[in-house]
C-alpha cells in the first residue's frame, strides 16, 4: 500500500507511546519501506537508520567536525524585525543533522522532512520533525519563509530535481542559503571511473563492485531518476537563476581500510560499513524492477566479496554545493 499525503504530516500529531505508526510503512520483497513514495527505494528501517547516522559522522570528519559549509552563520543571524531563523532539513532521515543543528543554535527553529517517522522522539525543543513526499510539483511550505534550506543523499527520490530546486528557491528567503550534498553513484577504483575502465578495456579489479553500480543506475533510471544530478549539480543550481555565490566542491570518500591519513581512514571505515549495509538494501529495488531473486542476490554476494576483500583501492565521490538565493 502507498499513501498520498499532499500536504504535511506533523509527527507531534502521533502519540509516541503505544502508537500504531504503521500506517506510514509498507513491506517490500521482506523489508519496511516507506508508504508516501514508490520512487525513493531504500528501506525505512532500523538498519537504515544506522546507515544514516554513519552517513552523518562520515560528513563531519569530511567537513572538519561541522556539520554544514557555507555561510550558515551569518545566514542565521536575527534580522531586523524577524521573530525568529528557520532552518528546513529536507530527507532527515534519521534526523541527525537537524537535531544537531538544533543543539548548536537554540534560539533557531528547525524543521526535518521525511517519507518515514523513522526519527528519535525525544529532540531539542526548537526542533520538529514531519512527513511529506518532496517528490512533487509544489511542495506545501510558505514562499520566502527559511533561512537556510539543507538537502543531501535526496536525487535517488525526485523525478525533476530542476523543478525540486525551483522550490528550495521559493521557499527561501532572499540572502537565504541552501546547502546541496549528492553522491555520485558511480564507482572508481585505484582514483579512475568505471567511464575511464569501460573506453580502455582495462579490468577495474573490483568486477562484481561496478556490475551492482551498473545495475542500481539502471534500476534508478526505471525509476524516471536523473543518475546525472550529483555532476550537473552547480549547473542545476545556476540554471534556476534564482542563486548567488555559488560554490561547488567535491569530496574524495575512501571506502575501506587502506588510507594513512588519520582523518581518511576514518572516513573510509564509516564509508564501508555504509555499504556493508546498503547492498543488502539495494534487493528490493533490484526485485521490483524485473531481476530475479538469484540474480539479485548473485550481484549483491560479489559485491560484496569485492567490498571485503578488496585488490584495489576504492572510493567515491560527493558533489557539494551552497549558494545564496539572490
Known amino acids: 500500500m502507498r499513501l498520498n499525503y499532499p500536504v504535511i504530516f506533523p509527527l507531534n500529531q502521533i502519540a509516541y507511546v503505544g502508537e500504531d505508526d504503521s500506517q506510514f510503512f509498507c513491506q517490500i520483497h521482506g523489508r519496511r519501506f516507506n508508504a508516501l513514495s514508490s520512487t525513493y527505494m531504500l528501506p525505512a528501517d532500523e538498519e537504515e537508520v544506522r546507515r544514516s547516522e554513519l552517513q552523518h559522522k562520515m560528513i563531519q570528519f569530511l567537513f572538519n567536525g561541522k556539520n554544514y559549509v557555507g555561510p550558515v552563520v551569518d545566514a542565521l543571524k536575527p534580522k531586523e524585525g524577524q521573530e525568529r531563523?528557520?532552518?528546513?532539513?529536507?530527507?532527515?532521515?534519521?534526523?541527525?543533522?537537524?537535531?544537531?543543528?538544533?543543539?548548536?543554535?537554540?534560539?533557531?527553529e528547525v524543521i526535518g522532512v521525511d517519507l518515514a517517522p523513522v526519527q528519535p522522539r525525544e529532540v531539542p525543543a526548537n526542533c520538529t520533525f514531519e512527513l511529506c513526499d518532496l517528490d512533487q510539483w509544489y511542495l506545501p511550505y510558505p514562499s520566502e519563509h527559511f533561512d537556510v534550506i539543507h538537502a543531501r543523499f535526496m536525487h535517488t527520490g525526485i523525478e525533476n530535481y530542476s523543478r525540486f530546486l525551483h522550490e528550495i528557491a521559493r521557499m527561501l528567503r532572499p540572502g537565504g542559503l541552501v546547502i546541496l550534498i549528492e553522491p555520485d553513484t558511480e564507482p572508481i577504483a585505484d582514483e579512475k571511473t568505471a567511464s575511464h575502465f569501460t573506453r580502455s578495456g582495462q579490468p577495474s579489479g573490483m568486477r562484481g563492485w561496478f556490475a551492482l553500480w551498473e545495475s542500481y543506475r539502471k534500476c534508478l533510471r526505471d525509476k524516471g531518476v536523473d543518475v546525472g544530478v550529483p555532476v550537473e549539480l552547480s549547473n542545476l543550481v545556476a540554471s534556476t537563476g534564482e542563486f548567488e555565490r555559488i560554490v561547488s566542491q567535491e569530496g574524495n570518500i575512501p571506502i575501506g581500510f587502506w588510507p594513512k591519513d588519520p582523518v581518511a581512514l576514518s572516513i573510509g571505515q564509516l564509508a564501508w560499513m555504509n555499504y556493508d549495509i546498503m547492498l543488502p538494501a539495494m534487493k528490493p529495488l533490484f526485485l521490483s524492477t524485473g531481476m530475479r531473486d538469484w540474480e539479485a542476490k548473485k550481484l549483491i554476494e560479489e559485491a560484496h566479496?569485492?567490498?571485503?576483500?578488496?585488490?584495489?583501492?576504492?572510493?567515491?565521490?560527493?558533489?557539494?554545493?551552497?549558494?545564496?538565493?539572490?
Open 305 to 326: 566479496q569485492d567490498l571485503y576483500y578488496p585488490l584495489v583501492r576504492a572510493s567515491s565521490r560527493l558533489h557539494i554545493v551552497h549558494a545564496v538565493k539572490k
Open 85 to 108: 531563523c528557520r532552518v528546513l532539513d529536507l530527507g532527515t532521515g534519521g534526523g541527525f543533522w537537524a537535531i544537531d543543528l538544533a543543539d548548536e543554535f537554540p534560539s533557531v
